[in-house]
């Protein structure tokens, strides 16, 4: 798992630590550690042409000290200081090592260029000179790194408003900030380095955190010896109607290369048909009224894709949700939800599966104000509606009451295409119905579709069937990277 802090969580941690150790310390593990990446991406630091663009603060100071470190070892160094004023030992550090101060044009010509203009003590947009020099940082040919976090990107929230550095990589002291794994931010950085520098035993709970291969590894579901196909876990499907046929389909087709022992659909004629001739595997009950009495035990429900929001759409919305397990309420079954929010009154667990629009509507909120604050806003669904979010978009987050939020860090923008969202709710039922939490399910749901999506496009458009396909490639993938 990697975990991530706000700006005054990582504030908090390193006064606790400054506390316990002769100044300047922590300052000098953080400048050893972004030297030694930028020594690294140089490949020959000897004569190469290294520009600093330091701002008033300690970021300033972190590239100073780097800067010193190149220099000793035969670095052209220069320094563009923007700030109202300059960290002093570190100015003084990288001219007696034989750094110099320059002017702009030089950030043209450099072979590297170190932001560290302002790290997690930023506040707003950029203001000049430091929001020119991001955009001549951005068209120059050198590779840019950015100190801690990319300047202009909000660290505890990944906010960029105006003008932000653009790295190639970010070195980033003690531990990830929120800002870094979350878009806009997290589009920002780059390849992210964590440098150590003792903070650990001082971090607080994290604010988020991020799956890898290992925690998937640990929490998907696997069939034992014991395993028949109702012991793994059968989910119901209420999904599709006479015009979203393809809805069920691709949702049916999520939840079984997901893993679900079982698929019970149930659904109007129209898209009946269309998941028999599809999905011989699935078991279909053709809906004469909105009831599921006929469709047999299930662990678990989605409701929702393609289901409509006529009248017969909402009676079955709340029987389904009138059932004792958990439902994942996607698509037209937000609308129902919208409108008619006690059908969320239960006592099992539900999981929305928004993007912002969906949301927007959910919260009576603006849907630019969601996608510029997708974590604030999932957060804020989750108490409201006392339910696990998860919101999808550029990064997909889950929010549950007390959890840290998970974002998502797999994915292509190819996948925003229509009826990727289909398989999604379809996959994190299928793990939903296999005893996963909501907020297990979501979050390895997402991480699965992310890598089912960056196999089945590989560079190129694909179509959300092609996701449904990839994902037991996905699973392998994930799970054979430790077992
Ligand atoms: N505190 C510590 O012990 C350590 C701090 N470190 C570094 O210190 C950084 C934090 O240093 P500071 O607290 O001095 O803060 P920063 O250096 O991040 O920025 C503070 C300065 O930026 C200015 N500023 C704020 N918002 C601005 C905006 N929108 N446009 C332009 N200027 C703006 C402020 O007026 C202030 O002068 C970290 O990000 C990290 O790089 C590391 O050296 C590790 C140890
Ligand atoms: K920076």
């Not at 969580?9 to 316990?20: F, H, N, S, V």
């Not at 840019?144 to 909000?154: R, Y």
Request: charged share 20%; with cysteine; hydrophobic share 45%.
């Amino acid at each position: 798992m990697k975990t991530a802090y706000t700006a005054d969580q990582i504030r908090q941690a390193e006064q606790a630590l400054m506390a316990r150790l002769p100044d300047g310390t922590l300052m000098q593990r953080a400048a050893a550690g972004l030297a030694a990446v930028c020594a690294d991406l140089l490949g020959r630091v000897y004569g190469s042409r290294v520009v600093l663009l330091t701002g008033s603060g300690d970021n300033g100071g972190d590239a100073l000290y780097a800067g010193q470190r190149l220099a000793r070892r035969g670095a052209r160094v220069g320094v563009v200081a923007a700030g109202s004023k300059t960290h002093e030992a570190g100015l003084r550090a990288l001219l007696d090592a034989g750094g110099r101060v320059v002017d702009r044009s030089a950030i043209d010509e450099a072979d590297l260029i170190i932001d560290g203009l302002v790290g997690i003590g930023v506040s707003g947009a950029l203001r000049e000179p430091y929001a020119e020099l991001a955009q001549q940082a951005a068209a120059a040919r050198g590779q840019v790194v950015a100190v801690d976090v990319p300047s202009g990107v909000d660290a505890s929230t990944g906010r960029v408003e105006g003008a932000a550095v653009r790295a190639r990589v970010t070195v980033t002291m003690g531990a990830y900030k929120t800002g870094l794994l979350v878009d806009p931010g997290a589009a920002h950085t780059g390849r992210v380095e964590l440098v150590d520098i003792g903070l650990g035993p001082y971090l607080p709970d994290p604010d988020v955190a991020a799956l890898t291969d290992a925690d998937l590894d640990v929490l998907l579901p696997r069939p034992g010896n014991e395993s028949d196909k109702y012991r793994r876990g059968v989910l119901g499907v209420a999904a599709g109607g006479d015009l979203f046929t393809g809805a069920a389909v691709l949702a049916v087709g999520g939840a079984l290369r997901g893993g679900a022992g079982m698929v019970r659909y149930a659904g109007r004629p129209a898209p009946v048909a269309q998941v028999r001739s599809h999905w011989p595997e699935s078991v279909v009950t053709e809906l004469d009224e909105p009831s599921i009495t006929r469709v047999g035990r299930v662990q678990a429900w989605v409701l929702g894709p393609g289901l409509g929001t006529d009248d017969w759409a909402h009676e079955l919305a709340a029987e389904v949700l009138a059932s004792d397990v958990p439902v994942l309420v996607d698509a037209d079954a937000l609308t129902l939800v919208a409108r008619d929010r006690s059908l969320l009154w239960r006592n099992a667990p539900v999981l929305i599966t928004p993007h912002a629009g969906e949301l927007a509507r959910l919260l009576r909120a603006d849907r630019d104000a969601i996608e510029a604050a997708r974590l604030e806003h999932a957060r804020r669904a989750a108490a409201e509606l006392g339910v696990t979010v998860l919101l999808k978009g550029s990064t997909t987050v889950v929010a549950e009451d007390a959890r840290p939020v998970r974002v998502n860090p797999t994915g292509t923008s190819w996948l925003a295409t229509g009826g990727t969202g289909d398989v999604l709710a379809g996959l994190a039922g299928a793990l939903l119905a296999q005893g996963l939490s909501c907020y297990d399910a979501a979050s390895c749901g997402a991480y699965l579709h992310g890598v089912a999506g960056r196999l089945a496009a590989e560079g190129a458009p694909l179509a959300a069937g092609d996701v449904a396909t990839a994902l037991p490639r996905a699973i392998r993938a994930v799970t054979s990277a430790i077992s």
